[in-house]
């Protein structure tokens, strides 16, 4: 089946203490971002990487690593998490470069709690 | 100014009813626009994109854009109990390799 797959799904932790949160697809999809969304706010773009080895900031990347070693997977690390950072995140990803007219799969979200 | 708008609803309509979700945006270049829809607790998953002026239709789904107006709506008819949900707008930027998604508009369709 072709998915999105997120691990964990749900995730409390404490301030401070480093997490990853994984992401994988298995549509060989150029194009993989992570998003969080917040009531009000909607879906804000954190990171995305059009292809391995090549990422970039998108509109809320503070607090945030990524890294793009092979083309399935696209991990989203926070170093040193803080409750600003409770959310719910998806990672999504997208056929190819072109974007504007493909669609972004999302995988199922995982919803992290800082305290 | 938000780049991508939408009214927060909740909307409410009776079940067979058109259900009108509208948006706007502030980047005139933007190419292609897209709806999504999200469940409680799910991930948004597509229903319609359009990138042409005018309408386009899916079954009981038709995406309306006006690029002078820099408006875009979904309508959907003979509205189900099941189309209830946030219905999510997304635009594509004429720079940038992104989606920027409006914060969406619930929609409850009562039986």
């Known amino acids: 089946e072709a998915q999105v797959t997120q691990n964990p799904r749900y995730l409390i932790t404490v301030t401070g203490k480093k997490l990853t949160v994984t992401c994988s697809q298995n549509?060989?999809?150029?194009?993989m971002s992570w998003y969080r969304q917040d009531p009000g706010l909607g879906l804000r773009q954190i990171y995305y990487?059009?292809?391995?080895?090549?990422?970039d900031k998108g509109d809320v990347p503070e607090g945030y690593k990524v890294s793009r070693k092979e083309k399935r997977n696209f991990p989203l690390i926070l170093e040193s998490p803080s409750p600003n950072q409770t959310s719910l995140y998806f990672c999504?990803?997208?056929?190819?470069?072109?974007?504007?007219?493909?669609?972004?799969?999302f995988g199922p979200g995982t919803r992290l709690t800082v305290l | 100014q938000k780049e991508v708008e939408q009214n927060s609803g909740p909307l409410s309509v009776p079940e067979g009813a058109i259900a009108s979700l509208n948006c706007t945006y502030s980047?005139?270049?933007?190419?292609?626009f897209f709806w999504y829809r999200q469940y409680s607790g799910k991930s948004p998953e597509l229903i319609m994109f359009?990138?042409?002026?005018g309408d386009k239709e899916d079954g009981r789904f038709t995406a309306q854009l006006n690029k002078a107006s820099q408006y875009v709506s979904l309508l959907i008819r003979d509205s189900q109990p099941s189309d209830s949900a946030t219905y999510l707008c997304?635009?594509?930027?004429?720079?940038?390799?992104?989606?920027?998604f409006g914060a969406g508009t619930i929609l409850r369709v009562k039986s």
């Open positions: 999504a990803s997208s056929p190819d470069l072109a974007l504007s007219y493909n669609e972004q799969f």
């Open positions: 549509m060989n999809h150029e194009y």
């Open positions: 990487s059009m292809n391995v080895e090549v990422t």
């Open positions: 980047d005139r270049g933007s190419q292609s």
């Open positions: 359009i990138y042409s002026n």
């Open positions: 997304a635009v594509s930027p004429l720079y940038g390799n992104k989606l920027v």
